[in-house]
């Protein structure tokens, strides 16, 4: 408002500019936390790893992630009628 031209800081980076080097080490540290670490380092076909990652996110379509997109059909496992988590899917059901 007080006439003097508008600047573009990067609040992300300590000297207020921004590189490309800085923005992919930060999203790399991000998708690489202390969890995952050893699922993307983890000699394994990288599907195993996607697929280690979406299940640690929550990510995985189970009928109780499906039923929060609206899906229409029964949230309840197939095997033993527990609500189906990825939790209980992998971890918890008896079957």
Avoid: M
Avoid at 14 to 20: D, P
Avoid at 40 to 51: D, G
Wanted: aromatic share 16%; glycine share 6%; charged share 25%.
């Amino acid at each position: 408002v007080d006439g003097s031209p508008n600047q573009v800081i990067w609040k992300f980076n300590s000297k207020g500019g921004f590189t490309t080097k800085f923005v992919y080490e930060w999203l790399e540290k991000d998708l690489s936390g202390p969890d995952y670490k050893l699922i993307w380092k983890a000699k394994i076909p990288l599907k195993i790893k996607i697929f280690l990652w979406q299940l640690f996110q929550n990510a995985i379509p189970t009928r109780d992630n499906l039923r929060k997109r609206n899906w229409p059909g029964n949230p309840t496992c197939s095997f033993c009628h527990d609500i189906e988590t990825a939790d209980h899917l992998f971890f918890g059901c008896v079957f």
